[in-house]
């Protein structure tokens, strides 16, 4: 259990460290993951198709709470034996970094680092014979870190922008599209907007904007 402090910052109590949360919420997500690509593997083991495993590796350009940045984005999935409203689905994990600038900040030349780690349900359609529209919903763990010590004063600072570290579960939305290159290779764009209440007086959502590269390994690519 949590409650939320006249401070807006989040405190677990005896049973629930800061530090603890990230790893629990991500490894509950992880571990729903791990079951996904077991069932996978298990209905594509009757047919000798292999386990159909997708990696995805993307730049990404984040805002979170009015301070721009760079990172990247690791995401593996695995197809599901599953169709529905004309889309194909996949589920996996899911993990990210970035690091924005501090707007108003209590601590000069610092950047906020945020991390997640999570799993996603993605349903994707097939438009064109290699354009694949997409629709993802992601749910993590997050940690927002501001290193250093905050000056006197600090108080007047926004509480999102003052030094020191705090977690939070997430969810969102995201979406792109993606184009096949050949049978193992494709590139991909998209967005993603995440709500959080890593504070209580600021739930503005975080998003990113997202270009990389996929691949199907050729071991496990699905033919």
Known sequence: MYTW????LLNWGQTMKPHRILVRTGGLAL????????????AHAQDGRGIPINIDLAGMYTDAFGGTGGG???TVSTRLPISLLGA???AGGQLWYSQTRIVGGSVNDTRRQLTGVGGHLTATWN?????????????????SEISGDS?????TVPIENQAGTVTSFAFGIAGGASMQLGRSFNVFGGFTTLAQRLYEVNHTPIWSLELGVGVTPGAFRRR
Request: glycine share 10%; charged share 10%.
């Open 72 to 74: 990247f984005q690791l």
């Open 5 to 8: 402090s006249n401070d807006g």
């Open 151 to 155: 000056p006197a004063g600090a108080t």
């Open 127 to 143: 438009v064109a014979n290699s354009v694949f529209p997409y629709l993802r919903i992601p749910v993590q763990g997050i940690r």
């Open 31 to 42: 571990t729903s993951a791990i079951g996904t690509l077991l069932l996978a593997t298990a």
């Open 88 to 90: 194909r689905y996949t």
